[in-house]
């Protein structure tokens, strides 16, 4: 079978997804292109890949790429997702799928014309710690999950966090604390298979976290997703105070299935994983705390090379097989992008209004959708004479 040409969009996390392309021979994954509009990022991007360069995006459309990997600006996907999909390119997405209520539908629209695969490629569900996860969860050891964690905590240094975000309109200057929500709420979804349907969020404001940049947003949210099982996680945004970290656990009604945070430089995590039954689970010789070090499932040893975790890796596979069977993703297809960006985005208004709840519509119910069709608002710089909202809970 011939192996699937990618074009990427954005040389900074895109030369990440480059390499894992262009080293993943087996995942029938091979890099055609790359694109961005900075010289300095396409010289970059030479040293490291010998593939045909672009700098406008509607050039490299007109080659004979399958599929586009958007690793542009955070705010930016959507409007490019189209464009491609309408091209009759295959559609790979990063976080944020859409940066409006009205993108996140006209998202949707765009998938069911065209016909076209998309996957929204959140990779922090695939780390051996996730996998490990979701399998103990699908054996209903700790029951039904009622509550969940899920915390992405990554703070940087000024000098770091100017040098990733430049010029004072840069999205990293603009993002609301609550924006930044899929690495917490995705891998949550991807364990339990529960869906957001309800959120209520609060953010908190310190200006002593931006000290020494451009930045006027906030260091934290913290989020309560009602979930379409009845069950509430508690997730953050991207939280840039506290110990660099992601963290996740589940409560069911038997016990809990936890990764516990490390601050040795385990990002992941201590590699362990820890599972508690109560007494509610009838066999005596299973009320225990266990503690285990997973492994990664059989035949994906190559995970392990794979950016972000091993993330990087599954997200191509699953990306492959949506393509080759017209199906859409596993995890996750475009309703469930849809969805996580409007927790980020009603998250945002729920903590502008003192944490009052919004309901998150269902993508696939054509009427709840279309209730957003005109809804621009965003809380980034734009050009395009849409309603800024503000990035701050602090006026
Ligand atoms: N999943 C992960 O682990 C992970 C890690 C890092 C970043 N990301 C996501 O990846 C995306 C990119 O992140 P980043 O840190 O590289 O952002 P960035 O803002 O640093 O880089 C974006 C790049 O895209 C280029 N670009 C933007 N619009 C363009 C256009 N119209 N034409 C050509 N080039 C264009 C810019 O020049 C820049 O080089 C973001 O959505 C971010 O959230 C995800």
Redesign the pocket.
């Known amino acids: 079978m011939k192996p699937v040409k990618l074009g990427i ?8 997804f480059a390499g894992s392309a262009s080293h993943g021979k087996s995942q029938e994954l091979e890099l055609s292109c790359i ?4 010289d300095s ?1 396409l010289e970059k991007a030479a040293k490291e890949f010998n593939v045909a360069l ?4 509607d050039e490299m459309l007109k080659t004979d790429i399958d599929a586009v990997v ?8 959507a409007p ?1 997702a189209i464009k491609a999909m309408k091209a009759g390119k295959h559609v790979i ?4 799928p859409a940066a409006t209520m009205a993108e996140a539908v006209a998202l949707c629209e765009a998938v069911e014309e065209t016909g076209m695969t998309y996957m929204f ?4 569900p695939f780390t051996k710690m996730g996998l490990a996860m979701k399998s103990e969860y699908e054996n209903e050891i700790i029951g039904r999950a009622i509550y969940a964690d899920g915390e992405y905590i990554h703070p940087l240094d000024p000098v770091k966090f100017n040098e ?3 010029g004072a309109n ?3 200057n603009w993002i609301p604390s609550t924006y ?1 929500s ?2 917490a709420l995705a891998p949550l979804m991807f364990i339990t298979g529960a869906k957001p349907v309800r959120v209520n969020a609060l953010s908190i404001s310190d200006e002593s976290v931006s000290a020494g940049t451009a930045r006027r947003n906030d260091p934290l949210a913290i989020i309560l997703c009602t979930m379409d099982n009845g069950s509430v996680f508690r997730i953050t945004g991207w939280g840039t105070a506290g110990g660099h970290s992601v963290w996740y656990r589940v409560i069911g009604t038997k016990g809990t299935i936890e990764a516990p945070r490390s601050y040795d430089g385990g990002y992941f995590g201590n590699g362990q994983l820890n599972i508690t039954l109560n007494e509610l689970e009838p066999d005596i010789s299973l009320r225990r705390v266990s503690s285990y070090k997973p492994e990664w499932p059989k035949g994906a040893e190559e995970a392990q090379k794979a ?2 975790g091993g ?2 890796y599954f997200m191509n596979k699953m990306f492959i097989e949506a393509i080759r069977s017209g199906s859409h993703p596993k995890h996750f297809n475009v309703y469930d992008g849809a969805a996580m960006s409007a927790v980020a985005i009603l998250s945002w208004r729920s903590a502008l209004s003192g944490g009052i709840p919004f309901n998150i519509p269902d993508f696939k119910n054509i009427n709840e959708r279309t209730t957003f069709k005109n809804d621009y608002s965003t809380p980034f710089p734009n050009d395009k004479g849409r309603p800024l909202i503000q990035p701050s809970v602090n006026t």
């Open positions: 969009l954005g040389a900074r996390r895109g030369l990440a694109c961005d509009f900075s990022k672009f700098s406008d995006f958007l690793a542009n600006y955070f705010h930016e996907h490019f997405s990063e976080t944020i490629a959140e990779n922090y990733i975000a430049p840069h999205w990293r930044y899929t690495h950016g972000h993330g990087d």
